[in-house]
Each structure stands twice: as C-alpha cells, then as structure tokens.
C-alpha cells in the first residue's frame, strides 16, 4: 500500500471538526443569530451530499427500511446541531465538546440493550468514566452543591440525540451505502431550515456583514465536509483506528483551541471532568464493533 488515504480522511475530518467546534459561535457574537447559523449549516450540506451522490452514480437507497432509518439519522443528527448552536452560544465549547464527545456510550448501551450485544472491558471502563465526568462539569465545592447552567443540559439532550443516531446508523450500515446516508443526513438538516427561521427573533437587528453570515458560511462548510471525509475514511479505514482518533481528537483540538481564543484557566473540576470524559471518549471510541 503506497498511500494510507484512510489516514489522511481522518486527520482531515479532526482538523475540520476541531476547528469548527471551536469558532462556531462566533458570528453570534456579532449578532447573527444561531437559528440562522442552523440554516447557513444545512445549506452547506448539500455542496459535499451532491458530490457525494454523483461519485456514486446517483445510486439511492429508497425502499421503506432505508428511509425510515435515513430520516432518523437525518433528523436526529439536525436536531442535534440545532441545540449545538445553542448551546455554544450560551455556554463554552471547552466543557460542551467533551460532554457531547461522550455519546458514543449511548450507542453501547443501546446495543447493549436492543441487540444484545457484549461490552468488553473497555467499553465498561468508557462508560464509568463517562458517568463520573458529568457530575464535575459545573460542580461547587461550597455548601449550594452543583449549579448546572443551561448550556450543561442542552450538551446532555444533544449527547444522546447523537448517540441514538450512531446507533442507527449502525443499523443502517448493514443494508445502506454512506453516499445514502449521507444524502438523508443532509435532507434531515433541510427540513429543519422552516424551524429554525420560526424560532428567529427577527424583532432584533440581524447582522448581515461579513462576520455574519458569511463567516458563518466558512465555518459550517467545515463541519460538512468533515462528516463527508469520515465517511471515507471509514470506508477504507480500520474502525479501531478511526474512532478514537476522530471521537477523542476533534473535541481535544475544539477544547484546547477555545482555551486559548477564551483566554481563561477553568476551575480544577471543571478540568478533571474534561479530561475524564476525553479519556472516557477515547476508550468508548476503542471499543470493538
């Protein structure tokens, strides 16, 4: 083998999705709502699903089984996104990415759960680590206890709307092409687009210059090729090898780049908490199919 192209998909989609999750609140900053962000995400899905769909000669899985899970994947990953920017609005990306980096555990106990399938050791010990992170993410030592913030729940709802969505997708995979799924995540993210513009404020002004919706655009379109990339690289890739690199390596690029552009030091539980819900992530993304 000449060329390792499965590797340079992945380092692609960590690049791309690392950077992403670390700027993709700033046009809200300059007063682009995130509703419309939504809708500037959704669009750049289409450029990368087109591309997708013509490299496999427009090929589409359209029997009932292949829609019904396409539409779930589609949905559940656009809903998802919806929160997501929400979220990074409202809360910091350091704590939301590894929070949401964790849903890979969802996907295990479904499995778990509907297909009987077998954890082993790693995956059991992704799973506590997973567990013992959530509780430090906004924990106060003094008498009140723990005071989660919105941002704290929303990354929880948007942990397991990813983590169900994993597991169809894993459903999918055994009957579905990736140009499929790939074209139903992208309607999925279209046909959420009416929601989002209903729920803009359109009373307050929208910032429409270039750190508007153009930068919005530049920064999306990061997150949409990405997705397209990992569907390469797991086609010629090794799982075991994928996984953790992409699961575990995006959110540690997202967390330590919104570190720095933040300028601030989080509180030491706050830290160990990232840190065991990224090692958490790593040994679930290590977990064998």
Do not use: C
Not at 10 to 29: D, I, N
Not at 130 to 157: K, M, Q, T, V
Not at 251 to 277: D, F, N, Q
């Amino acid at each position: 083998m000449k060329s390792a192209p499965w590797l340079l998909f992945a380092l692609s989609t960590t690049l791309t999705w690392g950077v992403w999750g670390a700027f993709s609140e700033v046009p809200a900053r300059y007063g682009f709502p995130d509703t419309l962000t939504y809708v500037v995400w959704a669009l750049t899905m289409i450029l990368p699903a087109t591309w997708a769909m013509h490299r496999a000669g427009w090929r589409l899985k359209r029997d009932a089984r292949s829609i019904a899970l396409g539409m779930a994947i589609g949905l559940l990953g656009a809903g998802g996104q919806m929160v997501l920017f929400h979220a990074l609005t409202i809360g910091p990306a350091y704590l939301i990415f590894p929070i949401v980096s964790l849903s890979p555990a969802v996907t295990i106990l479904l499995s778990l759960a509907l297909l009987r399938e077998r954890t082993g050791k790693v995956g059991a010990l992704g799973i506590v680590l997973a567990a013992a992170s959530l509780p430090l993410f906004d924990y106060s030592p003094e008498g009140n206890g723990a005071g989660y913030g919105l941002w704290f729940l929303l990354a929880i709802g948007i942990l397991l709307a990813w983590g169900v969505q994993a597991y169809y997708i894993k459903l999918a995979n055994a009957t579905m092409e990736a140009e499929s799924i790939f074209f139903y995540m992208m309607v999925g993210g279209l046909a959420f687009i009416p929601v989002a513009w209903w729920m803009t404020d359109f009373s307050q002004p929208v910032y429409l210059g270039f750190s508007g919706p153009y930068l919005a655009a530049g920064i999306q379109v990061l997150n949409a090729i990405g997705a397209l990339l990992l569907v390469y690289a797991f086609r010629y890739g090794k799982a075991i090898i994928v996984s953790p690199l992409v699961n575990a390596g995006a959110p540690l690029l997202t967390a330590a780049i919104s570190l720095v552009a933040a300028g601030v030091t989080p509180g030491p539980y706050r830290i160990a908490g990232a840190v065991l819900a990224l090692t958490g992530s790593l040994l679930l993304s290590l977990q064998p199919e």
